[in-house]
């Protein structure tokens, strides 16, 4: 019996309860993801999260003022990456994706609690998929001085495979070739011969490319390092975790509003609008029409 005065709800109460619930649960499954780098970068994972969850829609965050984060210390990489969260908020995003692997490494764990939505970096994705593909347990790492600095990949690593060796190898300049664009430049390759070379010494069977912007490198790396060392791309296991984490936690675009094309996507960046738009263009699969340039510092 429903005694009424007493706040016990009646049936009609609860009805309208999961009514509202069930609307709210479609309103955020429609709501776009957040995704942000230092820079281009993370276009690789924006670019794998449209391949392979094409349902979603994507707010786009590049930090182009302030690149490269891979020297900088992590306070400053904290204090970048809360500033970007707070704006990605303000677009009511439902999940962000640090795609940026040094602020996965320093800042990923201080925001999580700060979080009532899911939170997740590039760094465990591609450091499982490392450990599971190794045959001589031999794996190595290329990143930014602060991803190799802070340890975690090689602590993710182990974690899977408590006998993996990892070797890791900053390579600093990769970032700013990738962002001028020189992808296949006889500078670049002679820079990335000098910083690999010393990483096939060691007898690796499996390279992690812990940067988003290495995989644009992938040519190259490549023909390096030789057809028999896998190469890993957490940007490409970023996007699968992402899409199991959608499904487990109810809040997957269940394909009735799909995004047409680039008009569901949208883009911002701290500086250099038009040369990011640009370089999109040659990235993503969908034109990038339009980039708006924001103040990052506001938030």
Not at 186 to 213: F, K, N, Q
Not at 226 to 238: D, I, Q, R, S, W
Request: glycine share 8%; charged share 20%.
């Amino acid at each position: 019996m429903v005694v009424r005065g007493l706040g016990v709800p009646g049936i009609s109460q609860i009805t309208a309860n999961q009514k509202r619930k069930d609307y709210i649960m479609k309103d955020i499954r429609y709501a776009p993801i957040g995704v942000f780098d230092s820079g281009v970068g993370g276009l690789t994972v924006a670019r794998e999260i449209m391949r392979q969850i094409p349902n979603e829609k994507i707010v786009y965050f590049g930090d182009t003022a302030r690149v490269p984060y891979g020297s900088k210390s992590k306070e400053t990489i904290i204090r970048f990456s809360r500033q970007i969260v707070h704006f990605l908020r303000t677009k009511d995003v439902k999940a962000v994706v640090i795609a940026c692997n040094t602020a996965s490494a320093l800042a990923l764990e201080t925001l999580q609690p700060e979080l009532d939505i899911p939170i997740i970096g590039v760094v465990a994705p591609g450091a499982k998929v490392a450990a599971e593909t190794t045959r001589n347990g031999k794996i190595g790492v290329i990143a930014t001085e602060s991803t190799i600095e802070s340890r975690l990949y090689t602590r993710v690593i182990q974690e899977h495979n408590p006998q993996a060796q990892v070797f890791g190898k900053p390579c600093p300049l990769f970032v700013p070739l990738v962002e001028e664009g020189w992808i296949k430049d006889p500078v670049t390759v002679e820079v990335a011969s000098r910083y690999l070379e010393p990483l096939l010494a060691t007898g690796i069977d499996t390279l992690v490319m812990g940067c988003t912007h290495y995989p644009l490198l992938r040519s190259v790396l490549r023909e390096i390092m030789g057809e028999k060392v896998t190469l890993v791309n957490p940007a490409y296991e970023t996007a699968r975790e992402l899409k199991c984490l959608l499904t487990r936690e109810g809040i997957a675009n269940d394909g009735q509003e799909v995004p047409e094309q680039q008009a569901g996507h949208r883009f911002y960046v701290s500086d250099a609008a038009n040369k990011f738009r640009q370089f999109a263009n040659t990235i993503l699969p969908f034109g990038v029409d339009t980039t708006q340039l924001i103040h990052i510092e506001d938030y």
